[in-house]
């Protein structure tokens, strides 16, 4: 595993788990319990997915069975556009981290920046200042909206979790985010699943040169650009092969070749369109 820097300091592994669309209770439980046992430390979720709790009980599954200490894990939840505001994160706040059963977060996302996010993000630096939280961060933030919050803000997100795969590369964002010192993290690393990636023949005839998958391929790639992937299985063998990928590198000629797949748009969400800002905006977690 390999590790980034933030900007305030600490270590962030490069690799984790996400834990999106899976659902609460007891498959999201052995998923992240089976992740921690493949070696995933990150552990990505949100109060929005509705499975914090069933995290919380795999953590506190794994540290009991000492597979892990707490101090090894790196655990990040999302504040929804529904708490927006700087009372109401706090109240928000105090709720995910019960869920979770934990005593402080190692980072905390603004999940989307709708309704009152400079209002969320004061009581996120005030959680900062109290210890409460590591690192505190970001999430959809399209290259002008993170330079105007970077500006008129005391600190500055250590990260940005955007859509970021083979055909939604955002390379202009990403030189944003490296200019401004706020570390990429990508969501939907395999484009959930569109475009047939993982039958993809540039993508397949790349991995096969290293012996590897599709999907090791694409992480692989995502690393080299400096971005910390978070893919999402249920499936433990899955999993192992997604860690699987610190054993190779991609040439310059391979990551040069992965750039024509680029669309240069989502094809997943449109934060663009009013219906979908209207929709998220009306999303109720509780």
Not at 14 to 39: L, N
Not at 176 to 202: C, D, S, Y
Not at 208 to 216: L, M, N
């Amino acid at each position: 595993m390999e590790f980034i820097k933030l900007n305030n300091g600490i270590e962030m592994p490069m690799e984790g788990f996400g834990v999106f669309q899976v659902p609460d209770g007891s498959m999201t439980q052995k998923a992240v319990e089976d992740a921690i046992s493949c070696g995933y430390r990150l552990i990505d979720t949100a109060a929005a997915y509705m499975n914090e709790e069933a995290v919380g009980r795999a953590i506190a599954a794994k540290i009991s069975d000492g597979t892990v200490k707490r101090e090894d894990l790196f655990i990040t939840t999302k504040v929804w556009v529904q708490d927006a505001g700087e009372k109401e994160t706090l109240a928000a706040f105090e709720a995910s981290i019960k869920k979770l059963g934990l005593d402080y977060l190692d980072l905390y996302l603004i999940h989307q920046p709708m309704g009152d996010y400079y209002g969320s993000w004061r009581a996120m630096e005030k959680l900062y200042g109290d210890g409460k939280i590591r690192a505190i961060g970001v999430c959809n933030m399209y290259p002008h909206v993170l330079m105007d919050f970077c500006m008129h803000n005391r600190v500055r997100p250590a990260v940005n979790q955007v859509e970021l795969h083979p055909f939604f590369q955002q390379e202009k964002a990403i030189k944003t985010m490296r200019e401004l010192g706020v570390v990429p993290e990508a969501w939907g690393p395999f484009a959930e699943g569109k475009h047939g990636i993982f039958q993809n023949p540039m993508i397949m005839s790349i991995g096969a040169k290293y012996g590897k998958t599709p999907a090791q391929t694409i992480l692989r790639w995502n690393i080299q650009r400096g971005v910390v992937v978070i893919p999402k299985s249920v499936h433990k063998d899955r999993m192992e092969q997604n860690m699987s990928i610190w054993d190779f590198r991609l040439s310059d000629e391979d990551m040069k070749e992965m750039s024509a797949l680029d669309l240069d748009h989502s094809e997943i969400v449109n934060h663009f369109d009013p219906e979908f800002v209207k929709m998220i905006g009306g999303w109720k977690v509780h």
